[in-house]
Each structure stands twice: as structure tokens, then as C-alpha cells.
């Protein structure tokens, strides 16, 4: 059997921020998730997001450390237009989220944009260019 990537994993300081953020970009987000420790959701053709505390992380590798100095990975979610990308970002920052950097229209065809997530992860907004 081949490996297929089956679920992309975030480990959160704050369970209920990190969901409440994600809830705004439209991830089905189970009810009543904000406390728990370990968080699953399933997305549209099958892949899965998961979130887990630190705590529950230190709990089988005690020797972690929240990385320092740059995003490793980066979540991307597509827009279906350029002025969605303009409010989905617009909406995030009146929400108290931090804008990385504002809508702009890419060399590479697409508008696109960069919030922070409540645990400073660069999450990309985009959409094709008109």
C-alpha cells in the first residue's frame, strides 16, 4: 500500500481561539470541540484537520518545543473571487486576527492574502485573478 496524506495536524496554545478562527474560514468544526484537547474535522473529499494543545503533544514527546522563527507549513484556502479574498481578509482583521499582508494582485495570476492565526500560523487567502 502507498501512503496517502490523510490528515494535516496544528498544534494550538489556545483550543478554542484556533477553532473560533478556523469556524470563520468555514470549517465544519464539531459543537462543543472548544475544550477538548484533540480536535478532528473532516473536509469535502475526505482529508482531515486535526488540532491538539501543546499539552497533549508534550504528553507523548516531552521534549517539544514550540518552533521559533517562521511558519514550517502553511494552510492555503481558495476564494471564489478576488473581492472574497478582500472581505474574508477585511472580515478576520475587524475580527481581531492579525493581517500579515493586505489583498494584492500576484505576478502569479492570483489575488491573494495573509492572516495569522491565533497561534501566528500564516494562513493564505487566494482566488484567481480577473
Same mark, same amino acid.
Given at each position: 500500500?502507498?501512503?496517502?496524506?490523510?490528515?494535516?495536524?496544528?498544534?494550538?496554545?489556545?483550543?478554542?481561539?484556533? /477553532? %473560533? &478562527?478556523?469556524?470563520?474560514?468555514?470549517?465544519? +468544526?464539531? =459543537?462543543?470541540? *472548544?475544550?477538548?484537547?484533540?480536535?478532528?474535522?473532516?473536509?469535502?473529499?475526505?482529508?482531515?484537520?486535526?488540532?491538539?494543545?501543546?499539552?497533549?503533544?508534550?504528553?507523548?514527546?516531552?521534549?517539544?518545543?514550540?518552533?521559533?522563527?517562521?511558519?514550517?507549513?502553511? /494552510? %492555503? &484556502?481558495?476564494?471564489?473571487?478576488?473581492?472574497? +479574498?478582500? =472581505?474574508?481578509? *477585511?472580515?478576520?482583521?475587524?475580527?481581531?486576527?492579525?493581517?500579515?499582508?493586505?489583498?494584492?494582485?500576484?505576478?502569479?495570476?492570483?489575488?491573494?492574502?495573509?492572516?495569522?492565526?491565533?497561534?501566528?500560523?500564516?494562513?493564505?487567502?487566494?482566488?484567481?485573478?480577473?
Amino acid at each position: 500500500m502507498t501512503p496517502r496524506l490523510d490528515v494535516v495536524g496544528l498544534v494550538v496554545s489556545d483550543m478554542a481561539a484556533s /477553532l %473560533a &478562527f478556523y469556524r470563520r474560514l468555514g470549517l465544519a +468544526v464539531p =459543537a462543543g470541540a *472548544d475544550t477538548g484537547p484533540h480536535v478532528e474535522a473532516t473536509l469535502p473529499g475526505g482529508l482531515r484537520i486535526a488540532w491538539d494543545t501543546e499539552e497533549v503533544i508534550r504528553s507523548f514527546d516531552p521534549g517539544w518545543s514550540r518552533p521559533e522563527g517562521g511558519d514550517r507549513i502553511g /494552510l %492555503a &484556502f481558495a476564494c471564489e473571487s478576488p473581492a472574497e +479574498v478582500d =472581505a474574508t481578509f *477585511d472580515s478576520l482583521v475587524e475580527a481581531g486576527y492579525e493581517g500579515h499582508l493586505k489583498p494584492w494582485d500576484a505576478f502569479w495570476g492570483q489575488r491573494y492574502a495573509v492572516v495569522l492565526d491565533p497561534d501566528g500560523c500564516g494562513v493564505s487567502l487566494f482566488a484567481a485573478a480577473t
